[in-house]
């Protein structure tokens, strides 16, 4: 029996999500890019279901403004790169449908 794997496409599923985004200054999760350089596997990035993790010329950058603030990238990262905090009060992802 072959087992069917189905892509769920998150961002698209996402659009009905509204978020009220704060600056990048009062990011509610950052990295430490010199800590995710060295790491041995990159967890965040196969974890994060809304792909907010991405290395550009070799250096781990994150999109705060798609997070969905489930906390994968917290837990995954066993490497002590990721804060995570939730947003402050009126800021972060607001659920239309669910």
Request: net charge negative; aromatic share 10%; proline share 4%.
């Amino acid at each position: 029996m072959e087992i069917q794997r189905i892509k769920i496409d998150v961002k698209n599923k996402a659009g009905t999500t509204t978020w009220n985004t704060d600056s990048h200054d009062r990011a509610h999760i950052t990295i430490k890019p010199d800590i995710c350089e060295v790491c041995p596997h990159q967890l965040c990035i196969a974890g994060c279901p809304t792909e907010c993790f991405k290395i550009y010329d070799d250096v781990m950058k994150f999109q705060f403004e798609d997070c969905t603030e489930c906390g994968t990238c917290a837990i995954m990262c066993d490497q002590d790169s990721v804060a995570w905090y939730y947003p402050r009060g009126t800021y972060g992802i607001q659920y239309n449908q669910g």
